[in-house]
C-alpha cells in the first residue's frame, strides 16, 4: 500500500484481501510468544513481518449457495415485481433486527435517499448529519436539493457529538442523520431527545452497522428509518444492495411507494403511479445472496466482536493508543476496528509512516476519511444554480465558514487509524500480531521517524 491516505475504504479493503494474497502470504509460521519481535528489525527496514499469514478474503463466496441463485437465474424471474424472494428476505432481514417493517432497495444510498423523501426533506431543507462517514451521507441529502449541515464529530467515539446538535438547528432544518459510522452506535438518546424538542425526523444512517446495539434495540430501529448498505465491501454483500428497516408499516410502505415509480404499497394507496416515485428496486438475485447470509454474518458478528473487544482490552496499555469509547449498554459490530494514534509517543513518527511500518509488518491499517467538506462537492453544490436561488447568499457563506467549527472532527479525521472487518475474523494469535506489531513499531518509532 503506497499511501493510506489517498484510499478510499473500498479500495484499501480489496487491498489488504489481495495484497497478501499477491504476497503469497501462508497461514501459520507465527513468531512465538507474544511481544518477541519487538527487538528485531522493522520489517520496513528489512527485518522479518510479525504477521505472515495474511488475512482472509473479502467478500467470501460458498459453493452452497449456488443452487439457489441458479434457480432464481433459470426461472426467469429475476425483477422484483416477478417473484416473491425480495420480500422474503424484506420479512427475514426485519426479523433480524427486530423491526417492525423492511424494504429491500438497490443500495444504501438509493435507502437514504428515498428516507428523506418520505420524511419530507425538501428543497431548500436542512440536515444535519455526522461529518466523518462515507461521501454517500451528504449525497442523499444534496440529491434532495437540501443542504448537509455538519454536527461536530465526538474524538473519544468519532461518532456524532449530541451537544454539538442544537446550535446548527435553524428553521430550515428538518431532519438528523447520525452515522453509525464503523458499525459503532451513535449515543442516541440524547440525539433523540433533541429531535423531540425540535421536531424533527431521524434518519439513521446504518450502512455500516448490521446488527449493532444500543440500549438493547438495533440500529436502524431507533430513529424513523434506519438505512442500510449491502454493497460489496459489507458484512452483508451482494455486490450492491440496501434495506430501510423502522417501526411504522405506514412509513415503510410509503418508502416502498417511492422507490417502485410511485405505485400503491400496503397502506400507501392509490391509482396507478399517484405519488412521485423512482426506481431503487432490489432483484431477486440480490435478495437469495443476502437471506443466504443471515446465519453468517450473525457467527462472524460474534467473531468480530470478541476479537475487537480482546484489543480493546489491550491497546490501551500502549502508550499513544487509544482505542474508540462506545455509549453506555451498546455494542458495536465493527465494519472497521478504530483507534487513535498520538504521534508524540510514538516519538512524532507520522501517522502516515506508521501505518507504512505497520502494513510492512503484515498488519494493514491507516487513515479513513479525510475532510471530505472540502473536496469541493460542498463549494460545486452551494455554487448551483439550484442551491442559489433555494439560499441567501449569506446563508451559503456562513454554511461554508462553518467547516472551520468542525475541530473535534478534524482531530477526528488526522489521528484515526483503522483495520478492516477481515481482519477481525482471525483467530487469538493474530490479534496478538496486532498488538505485538504496534509495540515493535513504538519500539523502533526513533529510527523509523528518521526513515523515509
Ligand atoms: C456510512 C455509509 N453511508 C452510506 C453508504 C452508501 O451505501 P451504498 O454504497 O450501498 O450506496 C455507505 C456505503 O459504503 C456507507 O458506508
Redesign the pocket.
Known sequence: MKDHFTLT??SFIRTTAAGSLALGWLSGGRTPGAFAAEGSKPALLGGTPVHKGGWARWPEWREDWEPELLKVFRSCRWFRGSDNRVEEFERGYAQLLGAKACLAT???????MVSLHVLDVDAGDEVIVSPY?????YN?ILSRMALPVFADSDPATLTIDPGSLESRITERTRALMP???FGMPCDMDPISAVARKHKLAVVE?????WLAEYQGRKCGTIGDLG?????E??HIPSG???AITGMSEELIDKCNSYHNCGRAAGTNKGNGCFTRGNNYRMTQAQAVMLMQQFDKLVKQTAIRRANADYLTANLGQIPGITPVRLPDNSRAVW?LYPFRYDAAHFNGLSRDKFARAMSAEGIPCGGVYHEQYYDGLLDEAIASRGFKRLWGADRLKAYRDSFQELKGNKQVCETTVAMTQNMLLADRGDMDHILEGIRKVQAHSAVLAKAA
Request: with cysteine; charged share 15%; hydrophobic share 40%.
Open positions: 475504504r473500498r438497490a443500495s444504501g444510498t438509493t435507502a437514504l462517514t462515507f461521501i454517500a451521507s442523499a452515522v453509525h459510522i444512517d446504518a450502512c455500516q452497522a438505512c442500510f448498505s449491502f454493497q465491501s459489507k450492491e444492495g440496501g465494519h
